[in-house]
Structure formats: structure tokens, C-alpha cells
């Protein structure tokens, strides 16, 4: 029989309805595994480890990263899967940052969640987290685990969890997955896409790595963005890195301040990336002058990365390499976990 680890971190899909104040708080245990018998009667063992407290997912933070790491780290040898219930909000923050805590996976670890708490009767829940169960558990002919990566199982589709966007605060398909397709389909099966999927090395242990630098900053450029804010943003103590949104290819106005702004963080050791405002696409340095001068400022190309990937590996290499600037930036221009695409 196939085991499942289903780790409870909160969020909406754990949360009943106070009927005094009429706002969502998180249900009891006892509550919540009442509402989904369906768990307990499958041809997969479901064993739960509910977090203290539970939380809403804007309370999420490194530490609580560390946690869910810690979580699938301990139990690693002990189960098939893992799916971490977990709150929509910053469910791709999280997804992106144990990609790059857990490495070498050989387990699935799926994240899920739902836009309406499990016991409404028109709740996306069950659906999400009995699908996410099959798919963590889902393994080949010759008994490897089909989707071996951090993954979130959200509507219909599989993502890899370091490639999605939460873009929508009422829709059940909640995420997309701008720049990489869907690994897997739900629907009356469970497509795979198995040339999609990201296989680590068999041969390499599982490595965690938790520690992590939250001295990391966004840079949203706009027209008309002043001198002073981007003096005070860059002039941070502590700063470390900054995601520079830019336009379109990887944009930025030539007002001489601004690279001179950006020229000098570069000299004082910030770690500067330039990641697109836009949702799909790369950033291509060089390809107009407006991105040549990031370039001859010291500034690196993040290529089709998300925002919220983009963070949380820097946050990563800052924790790893608390010295080694010249490490972190070699790093940032590699493909760590099948977060980004470098031709
Ligand atoms: N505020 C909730 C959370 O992120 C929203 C949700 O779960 O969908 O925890």
C-alpha cells in the first residue's frame, strides 16, 4: 500500500467559518478530517502532520519554509509522497523556496490548497487534495515516482511549483504557469508529461539546506520613478539583492542617474537581477540599448524566471553563501531545479 504524508500548514482549505464574526479561522483537526472521509478510504495510506498553528499563507514566512523542508526531510524514507496543504496567497513563494531547500528529490511533494474552505459544498477542496494524494503517490512500471519535484496541483493542472504565479483571487484555476507547461492534466485521467518533468540525479542523496538571507528587495520600475527611491531602496543597509522588474525584453529608462544608481549598488556588492514585468517571456539583455546599459552596469539577467522564484533563490544562496557573492551569482545564471530557461 502506498503512503502519502499529508502536512497541514493552513490556509483556506483548512479554515471553517465563525458564525459570530463571519470571518474564516482554521478548523480543528477532529473538523477538518470529518469533512473529507474520502482520505481515510482509498487504496493510499494518508497519514497527517498538522502544523501549530494553523496559519493563513501572508503569515508565512522562511522560518515556516524551513519547517515544511524539515517536515518532508524527516519523513523522507517513511513515505511514497508528500502533499502540504497550504494557503493560496504565497503558495508559490513557498513551492519555489523548498525546490531549492530540498535538493536532489526523488518524492513527489505536491502543494495544494482550494479558493473555498473544505466544507463549503461547492468548495474546489476535495478535488484539489484527492487528486494531489493520487498524484503524489502515482508511480511508474518499475515503481519510481512519476513526478519526482516540488510540484502544485491546483484546478485542473500540475505545475512546477517554482514556475507558477498566483493570478487569480477568484477563479479556481487559481495559478498558471507562464513560461512552462503543465506537467500533468487532470480529467478523467491523470496525463503525464513525462519529458516536462525535472528527474534529479538517482545517484545523489536528498540535501537539505534551510538557512536563508531575507536582506533582499523589488525594484518595480515605472515612468516617472524618481532618483530619490531608487537611492533609498538600493541605499538599504544590509541589502544583498535586489529583483529589478524591468519592461518588456528587459528594459530600463536611460536616465543617466539610473545606471549610475545601479552601476554603483553593483561596485558596493548588492547582486542586482533584471526580471521582466512581464508574465511570459525572457528577459534579453543587450537587445536594445535600454538593456545593454543594465548590462555595462553590472546588472544580470534573470531570463523567464518568476518574481517569486527569483526571490526565494536568492534568498537561498544569500543563507548558503553568506560570503561568496561572486558563488551566489554564478548560481543565479544556472538552472538549479528547472526554475528558469537559459538557451
Ligand atoms: N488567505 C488565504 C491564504 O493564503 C487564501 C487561500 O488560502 O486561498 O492562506
Not at 500548514?9 to 459570530?20: A, F, H, L, Q
Not at 478530517?33 to 498538522?50: G, M, N, R
Not at 512546477?160 to 479556481?172: D, L, M, Q, S
Amino acid at each position: 500500500m502506498k503512503k502519502v504524508l499529508l502536512i497541514l500548514t493552513g490556509g483556506t482549505i483548512c479554515m471553517v467559518r465563525n458564525r459570530e464574526t463571519g470571518a474564516l479561522h482554521p478548523a480543528d483537526l477532529d473538523t477538518f478530517k470529518a469533512f473529507v472521509p474520502e482520505l481515510f478510504s482509498s487504496d493510499i495510506k494518508v497519514e497527517i502532520l498538522p502544523f501549530e498553528p494553523l496559519i493563513d499563507s501572508s503569515d508565512v514566512n522562511p522560518d515556516n519554509w524551513a519547517k515544511m523542508a524539515h517536515a518532508v526531510y524527516d519523513h523522507y524514507e517513511a513515505y511514497d509522497g508528500f502533499v502540504i496543504l497550504h494557503g493560496t496567497d504565497t503558495m508559490s513563494y513557498s513551492g519555489s523556496a523548498l525546490s531549492f531547500m530540498l535538493a536532489n528529490l526523488g518524492k513527489p511533494v505536491v502543494f495544494t490548497g482550494s479558493q473555498l474552505p473544505v466544507g463549503v459544498l461547492r468548495s474546489d477542496a476535495k478535488e484539489n487534495l484527492l487528486t494531489a494524494i493520487e498524484i503524489a503517490a502515482a508511480t511508474d512500471e518499475d515503481g519510481n515516482a512519476i513526478v519526482p519535484e516540488v510540484t502544485i496541483f491546483f484546478g485542473d493542472k500540475l505545475f512546477r511549483a517554482n514556475r507558477t504565479t498566483k493570478r487569480n483571487a477568484e477563479h479556481f484555476t487559481a495559478f498558471k504557469s507562464y513560461n512552462y507547461p503543465a506537467l500533468a492534466q487532470a480529467g478523467v485521467h491523470i496525463t503525464y508529461q513525462p519529458h516536462l518533468i525535472y528527474y534529479s540525479d538517482p545517484e545523489q542523496p536528498l540535501r537539505l539546506r534551510v538557512e536563508t538571507d531575507s536582506n533582499v528587495a523589488v525594484l518595480k520600475l515605472f515612468p516617472g520613478i524618481t532618483k530619490p527611491v531608487v537611492h533609498a531602496l538600493l541605499g538599504t543597509k544590509g541589502l544583498r539583492g535586489v529583483v529589478l522588474e524591468s519592461y518588456g525584453a528587459g528594459n530600463a529608462p536611460s536616465d543617466k542617474w539610473l545606471f549610475e544608481e545601479l552601476r554603483q549598488a553593483v561596485e558596493r556588492g548588492i547582486v542586482i537581477v533584471n526580471k521582466t514585468q512581464c508574465n511570459t517571456g525572457s528577459v534579453e539583455m543587450g537587445l536594445y540599448d535600454t538593456s545593454l546599459n543594465l548590462m555595462k552596469a553590472g546588472v544580470l539577467s534573470g531570463y523567464d524566471i518568476t518574481t517569486e522564484a527569483l526571490l526565494t533563490k536568492m534568498m537561498y544562496l544569500f543563507g548558503e553563501f553568506p560570503d561568496d557573492n561572486e558563488q551566489v551569482k554564478a548560481l543565479l545564471q544556472q538552472n538549479l531545479c528547472g526554475e528558469i530557461t537559459i538557451e
